[in-house]
């Protein structure tokens, strides 16, 4: 069996980033992937400007604490101040700029206003050059790269991209995923449930896991147990997406079709990957129709347990949808916690145990590891990534990876 490690690095081998882009108003820029680098077209701030509301002296008349200068002009934000004269200070609000000679700000906390003279300042802490100014361009420079290409675009980058003036931002096009699942026993939540059947919960998960990383998802249901079935729809799946999805029908069972129906539809890997949850995982391609020139999408089979499913999805599906996005992201790497349980059943396969920090600083351990027990996932934080064959005993230090880092 390959480990997690190389089936990853087979996946990411062959997935290339859409090259198709477009520009799009910045609030609908949310939640994609920026397709070129983004010049400042301003200087942010444009001028050098105070942090703190206070007065604008000159330290050079301010070298002693209970020094008192005169208040010369006052400068709210918005507004531009004239050259400071010796002996004088300006009332400055926060983002003003700091006038002409003035080389610092005193904050208001530290001045106080002399009785009976209300043009005049005692300035109670000695300033040095520089203290609460921000100077021209700290933040962004004109002309200069405010965001890199392959960005992921939150909120915080929409901010920065306003502050550099642009009011629209060029964004790879959505990568676009079909999802489906099977088992004749699944029902959807709402519809009466068949006998010895569940309700389908990798729908929901997946196609939120799908939606948190911007993708354009295509839910093609729930698909019989059967060849012909299966084939059909994965022949549909395969026209207008990059990627196709499915949970369950990956393992060797006779009810298990997916392997025959992308074989025959395309191409196919199957592994039996060394991790736990989630043994069963299948990759390859399926034609998008039977011209060459037609291309292909690519085709994931995820395992129908739903903690295997989701865990899979965060640790393969997850990484391989971002290089299709084009998207810069950083390996997650685990870090070192304390586990506050003992797992003294070492398994031969790379086990992903979910967890929670708790308020000691270490991790708790949730009782019921099972593949099916998907309210471990919802009450955990984060995985531990647990080695083959290595128990783990309270105290030991173990390596965390939390799901909000596996997320979106």
């Given at each position: 069996m390959l480990t997690a490690q190389q089936a990853l690095d087979h996946l990411l081998s062959h997935a290339q980033a859409v090259s198709e882009s477009e520009n799009v108003p910045m609030q609908a820029s949310l939640g994609r992937v920026l397709a070129q680098n983004v010049d400042s077209l301003v200087d942010v701030p444009p001028l050098d400007n105070t942090s703190m509301d206070g007065y604008a002296v000159r330290t050079a008349d301010a070298k002693v604490s209970g020094s008192v200068l005169k208040i010369a002009q006052r400068i709210p934000a918005g507004s531009v101040g004239t050259r400071l004269e010796p002996g004088t200070v300006a009332r400055i609000f926060t983002g003003a700029p700091?006038?002409?000679?003035?080389?610092?700000?005193?904050?208001?906390?530290?001045?106080?206003?002399?009785?009976?003279?209300?043009?005049?300042?005692?300035?109670?802490?000695?300033?040095?050059?520089?203290?609460?100014?921000?100077?021209?361009?700290?933040?962004?420079?004109?002309?200069?790269?405010?965001?890199?290409?392959?960005?992921?675009?939150?909120?915080?980058?929409?901010?920065?991209?306003?502050?550099?003036?642009?009011?629209?931002?060029?964004?790879?096009?959505?990568?676009?995923?079909?999802?489906?699942?099977?088992?004749?026993?699944?029902?959807?939540?709402?519809?009466?449930?068949?006998?010895?059947?569940?309700?389908?919960?990798?729908?929901?998960?997946?196609?939120?896991?799908?939606?948190?990383?911007?993708?354009?998802?295509?839910?093609?249901?729930?698909?019989?147990?059967?060849?012909?079935?299966?084939?059909?729809?994965?022949?549909?799946?395969?026209?207008?997406?990059?990627?196709?999805?499915?949970?369950?029908?990956?393992?060797v069972g006779e009810e298990d079709h997916i392997k025959p129906a992308v074989t025959a539809e395309g191409r196919l890997d199957l592994w039996q990957i060394a991790i736990k949850p989630g043994k069963p995982l299948a990759f390859g391609a399926v034609r998008k129709s039977d011209e060459a020139k037609a291309g292909e999408a690519w085709f994931i089979g995820l395992p129908g347990n739903p903690v295997s499913s989701f865990v899979t999805f965060l640790l393969f599906v997850r990484p391989f949808i971002l290089k299709l996005q084009g998207r810069v992201e950083e390996k997650v790497q685990p870090y070192p916690m304390r586990a506050d349980f003992d797992w003294l059943k070492a398994d031969r396969r790379n086990e992903f145990l979910r967890v929670k920090i708790n308020a000691n600083g270490g991790l708790d351990l949730f009782p019921n590891q099972s593949s099916g027990v998907l309210t471990s996932a919802s009450w955990g934080d984060g995985l531990v990534d647990c080695p083959p064959n290595q128990p783990i005993k309270a105290g030991d230090l173990v390596k965390y990876i939390p799901f909000n880092a596996l997320l979106g």
């Amino acid at each position: 069996m390959l480990t997690a490690q190389q089936a990853l690095d087979h996946l990411l081998s062959h997935a290339q980033a859409v090259s198709e882009s477009e520009n799009v108003p910045m609030q609908a820029s949310l939640g994609r992937v920026l397709a070129q680098n983004v010049d400042s077209l301003v200087d942010v701030p444009p001028l050098d400007n105070t942090s703190m509301d206070g007065y604008a002296v000159r330290t050079a008349d301010a070298k002693v604490s209970g020094s008192v200068l005169k208040i010369a002009q006052r400068i709210p934000a918005g507004s531009v101040g004239t050259r400071l004269e010796p002996g004088t200070v300006a009332r400055i609000f926060t983002g003003a700029p700091v006038p002409p000679e003035a080389d610092a700000v005193v904050m208001q906390e530290d001045c106080v206003i002399v009785d009976g003279a209300s043009d005049q300042v005692q300035i109670n802490a000695t300033p040095t050059p520089g203290q609460w100014i921000r100077r021209r361009g700290e933040d962004l420079s004109a002309g200069k790269v405010a965001l890199t290409a392959g960005t992921f675009l939150r909120p915080q980058e929409l901010g920065v991209a306003a502050s550099a003036g642009l009011t629209h931002l060029s964004v790879k096009r959505r990568v676009k995923v079909a999802a489906f699942f099977t088992g004749d026993e699944l029902s959807l939540p709402g519809e009466p449930l068949k006998p010895g059947g569940i309700y389908n919960s990798n729908r929901d998960t997946l196609l939120a896991c799908l939606q948190s990383l911007g993708c354009d998802a295509t839910d093609f249901g729930i698909v019989p147990d059967n060849l012909a079935a299966t084939r059909q729809t994965l022949r549909k799946a395969s026209k207008d997406h990059d990627l196709i999805i499915t949970s369950g029908g990956v393992s060797v069972g006779e009810e298990d079709h997916i392997k025959p129906a992308v074989t025959a539809e395309g191409r196919l890997d199957l592994w039996q990957i060394a991790i736990k949850p989630g043994k069963p995982l299948a990759f390859g391609a399926v034609r998008k129709s039977d011209e060459a020139k037609a291309g292909e999408a690519w085709f994931i089979g995820l395992p129908g347990n739903p903690v295997s499913s989701f865990v899979t999805f965060l640790l393969f599906v997850r990484p391989f949808i971002l290089k299709l996005q084009g998207r810069v992201e950083e390996k997650v790497q685990p870090y070192p916690m304390r586990a506050d349980f003992d797992w003294l059943k070492a398994d031969r396969r790379n086990e992903f145990l979910r967890v929670k920090i708790n308020a000691n600083g270490g991790l708790d351990l949730f009782p019921n590891q099972s593949s099916g027990v998907l309210t471990s996932a919802s009450w955990g934080d984060g995985l531990v990534d647990c080695p083959p064959n290595q128990p783990i005993k309270a105290g030991d230090l173990v390596k965390y990876i939390p799901f909000n880092a596996l997320l979106g």
